[in-house]
């Protein structure tokens, strides 16, 4: 388990067309006359092409910079002349929006259908809650602007606001969890889009059957479940993390179970000491009836899973120490377990401690004891959105995880930016280490340092297609 030794490369970039050169794997997926986007299996997707861009939001929203949040598109491709760059920055056409997570309008949930194609990436906004829909197959390094839907008709027709997490449905729609109401109050709804017109057609779950909170969500249709999680109510997280809050019960401590087919919930699941569970991942194996969920403050992975009677439970099976500092606003620093993912062949579980500023890499062969293989310590700034190559080789992480929170406890984010790494992953013994040769330091940004979230790839990725 070697060191990544990031803070040594902070702010030294390589010059660009540094790296090995791949040669081209030609995909089931591509070979198919009449399939749809993505790829037949999570197998399938792993000999899919190597990633060459990488799009990404970027924030300016609390950084003092008094402009719009981007989609910014990195250049991966090795042999490019342009590797390891920003080659198109997409601005948005209002200021503060929070861009945030994104999605796709359509992906291998809908392999079996031919007419459909990934051509729109959905960005819906954390605080504006409005959603941008961006055309990247027109011109794929140079991303445009496709349509707007504005938050005045998500609040009128689904009283949701402040929204998270895209997936696409194996129906054609696009559908997008909410944190609350219009108003700030926790409400965890879901806001159902056209896949083709993008008209907001109204909640997915029933009339008054929203969860107290939410924040993300995974569908596994052969089980009928949809399972949501909670971070908190967006009056109490928006500006900050309070401590008292915590205190007073108003972070999120359950997970949210969901019957797929009837739009309903049916079960709500308590973690113990699993306060703040955010990023939730069924294994990839459409038949699978377990997976994993991030729970942030409690610097712990639970594993969740189906019992023969049809109800879930959970389990906690990996917990992070806090450590003990002096000056900090607890007495001991929780790891903040920020993002995880699971590798396409379900053999590994990576999670990020923004805190503590490490990555994890856990072999998940066995999901009820995961064992750690691989281990990167000192990411400057706090290792956050984590994403992994096809197949299984690279993993690409950026360092802000939302600007309030970047704000006050790495103030350092703010004036000098975050930055996008890529590491280098041993998927026969397990191990983590830093790729030299790749930086994207977006401290150097035209209009000052900006905050880059969440990585996509054009053909798709580990957290945003679910299969059938």
Known sequence: MGGLGVQHVRRSLRPPGVGQPTSPIVSTATKCGKCGPGYPSPLEAMKGPREELVYLPCIYRNTGTEAPDYLATVDVNPKSPQYSQVIHRLPMPNLKDELHHSGWNTCSSCFGDSTKSRTKLVLPSLISSRVYVVDVATEPRAPKLHKVVEPKEIHAKCDLSYLHTSHCLASGEVMISALGDPKGNGKGGFVLLDGETFEVK?????PGGAAPMG????YQPRHNVMISTEWAAPNVLRDGFNPADVEAGLYGQHLHVWDWQRHEKVQTLTLQDGLI????RFLHNPAA????????????????????????SVEKVIQVPPKKVKGWILPEMPSLITDILLSLDDRFLYFSNWLHGDLRQYDISDPKRPRLVGQGKRVAGGPQMIQLSLDGTRLYVTTSLYSAWDKQFYPDLIREGSVMLQIDVDTVRGGLKLNPNFLVDFGKEPLGPALAHELRYPGGDC??????
Not at 202 to 206: A, I
Not at 277 to 280: C, G, S
Not at 289 to 312: E, H, M, P
Not at 463 to 468: N, Y
């Open 215 to 218: 924040y993300d969500f995974w």
């Open 289 to 312: 009836d377990q997976g994993f969920v991030g729970c942030a403050l409690g610097s712990n992975i639970q594993r969740f899973y189906k019992n023969q009677g049809g109800t879930w």
């Open 277 to 280: 569970p955010l990023e939730i």
């Open 202 to 206: 109204g909640t997915w779950e029933q």
């Open 463 to 468: 957290s945003s297609d679910i299969w059938l």
